[in-house]
């Protein structure tokens, strides 16, 4: 039996703040109240200050996997095709997706080891001088982080007329993602990682150039239907019943990024991420990532050495600390591990999950050179430059 509180450093769900719990222990109101139509109409547009929108959000009572739905269902057509890159488990998941569909993917094979390139999309839409392809679906963040603006950008050259789709479920509310600037058209995110809440909510952000390709799309849908949502969320409201107090969390949730400051959040993560590079680089493991502008700011996937398993490691650290880490997915498997560090996650808690792997590795008798922690240590002394941490500010000063 372990004592104290437990490590979740999987990639999310991510720990859920005491702040958020607080807000969420309520009793469920009237979903049709004047109470509820003010929770909704509050959760909807700080929703829209997340994603940097002005445009819709609406938010389903369902995993990311229903939010990816509700951007296909919406959007496309069967028979319809559409450009996809393989950066990994989830883009692959939402290939698959597609497919049961009926849209024929073009899916760029990968090594799961970079994000989308740039370069390729544009070469790929460049070719397509029929304008056959329907849109282009990216995932932002899996061991990889893709460059959404410069794909933005790359696809602007090419004058297609292709909508922009993007997962955004491991990375919104942990990594700068701006869907009015970078004109993305659906962009899919979830609950359970930077937002901070338990699984239960998928996200679609919506542009004007969605809404119109779901007035001419011929896919059947109901329950992920936006023009269904979109009426009643005008006043707040739901179609159906909404999970309310999941609701109360993400108000709270969002109050929370917003005190901080998105760009404070960003930043947070990056530094993070850097210190958790470093001490891994100093025990002579390796990153999977392997593009430096692609290092997510969310998780580190760890590549493990030969002759060693990553889930018999991760075992180790479980019933040593008590800490969870994420397990590679399918393709790699057994081959890394990940480290999350996304959401309530600051240089303390940090040091500690690192302090776990560096105990882990030793214990599982994993060559290494001792001391990132160390290295860690150094890169998170300083308190960061940027807004002041709102705890330290003095009332009335
Ligand atoms: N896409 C990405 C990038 C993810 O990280 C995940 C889950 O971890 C998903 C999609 C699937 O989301 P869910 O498990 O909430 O359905």
Redesign the pocket.
């Known amino acids: 039996m372990h004592q104290g509180r437990h490590f979740l450093q999987i990639?999310?769900p991510s720990p859920v703040p005491e702040r958020v719990l607080r807000a969420m222990d309520m009793p469920v109101i009237d979903h049709r109240s004047a109470e509820f139509g003010e929770l909704g109409r509050i959760v909807l547009e700080g929703s829209q200050k997340i994603f940097q929108t002005k445009g819709p959000v609406v938010i389903f009572p369902?995993?990311?996997?229903?939010?990816?739905e509700a951007a296909i269902v919406n959007t496309l057509s069967p028979g319809d095709k559409v450009l996809m890159v393989e950066t990994?488990h989830?883009a692959t998941?939402?290939r698959q997706m597609a497919g049961r569909f009926g849209i024929e993917v073009d899916f760029v094979p990968g090594d799961w080891r970079r994000g989308a390139d740039p370069a390729l999309i544009e070469a790929r839409l460049t070719e397509d001088t029929a304008q056959a392809i329907k849109a282009v679906m990216v995932?932002?963040?899996?061991t990889s982080t893709s460059r959404i603006a410069e794909i933005r950008a790359a696809i602007d050259r090419t004058g297609h007329p292709a909508l922009l789709m993007v997962?955004t479920?491991?990375?919104l509310g942990s990594v700068d993602y701006r869907h009015d600037e970078w004109k993305v058209d659906v962009s899919?995110s979830?609950s359970?990682?930077g937002f901070m809440l338990p699984?239960g909510l998928?996200f679609n952000a919506i542009s004007q150039k969605a809404l119109a390709a779901a007035k001419s799309n011929k896919m059947p849908r109901s329950y992920f239907d936006w023009e269904e949502m979109l009426k009643p969320n005008a006043k707040g409201f739901f179609p159906y019943t909404p999970a309310t107090n999941l609701l109360y969390g993400l108000r709270e949730a969002i109050a929370m990024l917003l005190e901080e400051g998105l760009d404070n959040v960003f930043a947070r993560h990056q530094r993070l991420a850097a210190a958790t590079r470093a001490a891994v680089n100093h025990w002579g493991l390796e990153v999977l990532c392997q593009e430096p502008s692609e290092f997510s700011p969310v998780l580190t996937a760890v590549l493990m050495p030969p002759g060693h398993d990553a889930d018999q490691f991760r075992k180790v650290v479980l019933d040593n600390y008590n800490m969870s880490l994420g397990s590679g997915l399918s393709k790699v498997a057994g081959k890394v591990f990940r480290i999350g560090h996304l959401g309530e996650c600051n240089a303390l808690t940090l040091l500690g999950a690192l302090t776990g792997v560096e105990m882990g590795l030793s214990v599982a008798g994993v060559r290494h050179r001792s001391g990132g922690v160390d290295v860690a240590m150094k890169l998170l002394e300083q308190r960061p430059q940027g807004n002041a941490s709102p705890h330290l500010k003095v009332v009335g000063t």
Do not use: M
Not at 62 to 68: D, E, I, K, Q
């Open positions: 990639p999310g369902s995993s990311g996997t229903g939010a990816w990994g989830f998941l939402w995932v932002h963040n899996e997962d479920i491991s990375s899919v979830c359970q990682k699984p998928g």
